[in-house]
């Protein structure tokens, strides 16, 4: 059963970082591509990053220059780097594989919130 378990979340001030993690039950070369996306209160669930199993990388633009996302394939892990949060980034983020049978799998979430 594939399970993901996101990590790292919390409460910062402003300007501050936070380092989010996605550990797969499973080899995340199982995925074609691993993403990061969050949900504000009354928001859609929206895209922060997604990487590819070829290391490619894309970013939504309220996040470039800010965010970074990496794996880490022999702990089949993924983590979000995030730097200079700002309280627009306050959010639940969740962590989403997605398989070439697009079939996608999502963790639980976990909390962001960025006090001013």
């Known amino acids: 059963q594939v399970q993901l378990v996101e990590s790292g979340g919390g409460l910062v001030q402003a300007g501050e970082s936070l380092r989010l993690s996605c550990a797969a039950s499973v080899s995340i070369f199982s995925f074609n591509a691993m993403g990061w996306y969050r949900q504000a209160p009354g928001n859609q669930r929206e895209l922060v990053a997604r990487i590819t199993n070829r290391d490619s990388t894309n970013y939504a633009d309220s996040v470039k220059g800010r965010f970074t996302i990496s794996r880490d394939n022999a702990k089949n892990t993924v983590y979000l780097q995030m730097n200079s949060l700002k309280p627009e980034d306050t959010a639940v983020y969740y962590c989403?594989?997605?398989?070439?049978?697009?079939?996608?799998?999502w963790g639980q979430g976990t909390q962001v919130t960025v006090s001013s």
């Open positions: 989403k594989g997605s398989r070439l049978s697009s079939v996608d799998y």
